[in-house]
């Protein structure tokens, strides 16, 4: 029998854990798009994706993009916004992006749909909100 593993151990938990919802506002670096993304990756998506290229953009039309590469199915570009409103946002907005490589990897269909929503249950072990959008203002995220 597979042991379970203890989900509460994994670095990924503790790092959402630490990170109150209504933190102050956080302007994400690249280095801390690719750690949390390393770490969705590592514990929910089992290693799966493939680090895509990130771009940090001001805007206030999304937190967050994936758009798929045509030519290569397995890779995406992902644009994630300067700042947000907490680094809860900005993980949760990373979850969600990531759920649109893997539609990309598994189908090249992004929606947020049921398929979408395969990972809700997933990433609520660590505490992470998957959302069709979250607010902004009033502006939505897509
Ligand atoms: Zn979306």
């Not at 990756?41 to 994706?49: S, W």
């Not at 990531?98 to 398929?115: A, F, I, K, R």
């Amino acid at each position: 029998m597979a042991k379970k593993k203890d989900i509460t151990r994994t670095k990924l938990f503790k790092m959402v854990q630490s990170f109150d919802e209504h933190d102050a506002k956080f302007r994400p670096s690249i280095s801390d798009c690719r750690e949390i993304w390393r770490n969705i990756n590592r514990n929910v998506f089992n290693n799966e994706l493939k680090m895509p290229s990130f771009r940090l953009v001001y805007t206030k039309a999304f937190w967050g993009e994936c758009q798929g590469v045509l030519e290569d199915q397995t890779q995406v570009k992902m644009k994630i916004n300067k700042s947000f409103l907490s680094k809860r946002l900005f993980i949760n907005t990373m979850a969600h992006e990531m759920v649109h490589q893997w539609e990309w990897l598994t189908n090249e269909n992004m929606t947020h749909g049921p398929q979408f929503f395969l990972w809700r249950d997933q990433l609520a072990n660590y505490n992470i909100t998957l959302s069709r959008c979250y607010r902004m203002k009033h502006y939505r995220l897509d």
